[in-house]
């Protein structure tokens, strides 16, 4: 597959790319020709950037609205209260089996563009994902709700495995107090990757490899968010959205929110969702470069609007392409002309979004369906039209 006339979302600079077996094969801002490549698209104003990486998710409870209805001052206050008042709800969602679930939180991260989603809690059992679900960690849920998390925490059999861990998720003392806590007890010296870390200071980021910053969540449930201005000077920030229990379904109104904080450049934010976040899970993707993983995603770009400013300003519905290890996963209507006769066989579902057509890889219709049996009052973001074997 060739890529021509596609302006880089951070640089601004014009490339054509050729993706081959799954990874990026060449990268060049002259022209690439090559007539024994069939399948070649060719874009007008359109921005590339790697396919995004969500740090930080629980895919099987994004069926959940969001439950709360004031400010906490930390999680187990929050969790202890919508177990109480939203029981009901809860029980409901609960009624949907786990493979559906699981399913529409993947989906939830492909319509905007996620490659990779990390995600956290058990390891679940998944076949032909369109994206990958990264669980090669050790997830510990936090201190206050992991019975014996300190056992676990040194547990010598996974002493090279690095810890995922939800922590300092409040504004109280118990929350900072509860980062001191994992610190001192981390005796096996493992690599840390904290979640939240609202109450985090500077001193006590030095402990941890990477944080996941999910600041929509944060602000939902505690009103103030990580200080990751200062955090980012000790450790790696990278970006995560958690499940539709604390916030949007769409990571691009995340990602809006969080530019607007201005705690990290257009850059370090561009960042924390590809090459910083690759990094620390050690992953071959998070940058458009020759021998990655061929994870992209392309977008059109607004009128009048360059650099990292047009990525800023994307949405689902402006998507164009959506690229998983050289695989084609979502993409605007707009290219089924040229893309059809090279998706010959495979199954995909029409959806709308907003004002705008996509197909999405695999039958999304079945889905919704299933889910709807279940759950009739869900309101699905997206509405599918049809699927069919193209
Ligand atoms: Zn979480």
């Given at each position: ?11 601004g ?18 022209a ?7 399948l ?18 629980h ?18 206050e929050?969790?202890a ?17 786990i ?29 032909d ?56 007890w981390?005796k ?8 939240h ?19 929509e ?16 000077q ?7 959205t ?9 990571i ?10 201005e ?9 924390s ?31 009048g ?9 994307i ?11 050289g ?40 889905l919704t369906?299933q ?20």
């Open positions: 597959m060739i890529l021509h006339q596609l302006i880089l979302a951070d640089t600079q014009a490339v054509n790319i050729s993706v081959n077996d799954g990874k990026i094969d060449k990268i060049t801002s002259g690439i020709t090559d007539h024994t490549t069939a070649q698209l060719h874009f007008d104003d359109a921005i590339i950037s790697p396919g995004l990486i969500n740090s930080h998710d895919l099987d409870f994004n069926l959940f609205p969001q439950l709360g209805n004031r400010v906490y001052k930390n999680y187990t929050w969790g209260y919508i177990h109480q008042q939203f029981k009901h709800e809860i029980a409901e969602v609960l009624q949907v089996p493979q559906l679930r699981i399913l529409w939180g993947i989906y939830k991260n492909l319509l905007c563009g996620v490659t990779t989603v990390v995600n956290h809690g058990k390891r679940l059992t998944i076949e994902s369109p994206i990958t679900v990264y669980e090669d960690t050790h997830d510990l849920h936090s201190a206050a709700f992991e019975k014996a998390w300190k056992l676990k925490l040194n547990n010598p059999l996974k002493k090279n495995v690095p810890v995922v861990i939800h922590t300092g998720e409040g504004t109280d003392e118990a929350a900072s107090d509860e980062i001191d806590q994992l610190i001192y981390n096996l010296r493992r690599h840390l990757i904290g979640i870390a609202v109450a985090m200071t500077a001193a006590q980021a030095n402990s941890f490899k990477g944080l996941v910053w999910c600041p969540s944060n602000y939902f449930l505690l009103n103030k968010t990580a200080p990751v201005k200062e955090l980012k000790h450790t790696r920030i990278m970006f995560g958690d499940s539709t229990l604390t916030g949007n379904w769409n691009w109104d995340h990602i809006n929110m969080a530019h607007k904080t705690l990290l450049t257009d850059k370090e934010l561009y960042q969702l590809n090459i910083n976040a690759a990094k620390v899970w050690g992953l071959n993707t998070g940058e458009i470069a020759e021998g990655k993983d061929a994870d992209l995603v392309i977008g059109r770009r607004k009128e609007v360059t650099s990292l400013d047009a990525f800023y300003a949405t689902p519905v402006d998507l164009l392409l959506v690229i998983h290890q695989n084609i996963r979502l993409f605007d209507q707009e290219l089924l002309p040229p893309l059809a006769p090279h998706l010959k066989g495979r199954e995909f579902s029409l959806i709308k979004i907003s004002n705008g057509y996509k197909y999405v890889d695999g039958n999304l219709d079945a369906e889910i709807k049996a279940v759950l009739p009052g869900f309101v699905f973001p997206v509405e599918v039209i049809d699927h069919q074997i193209l």
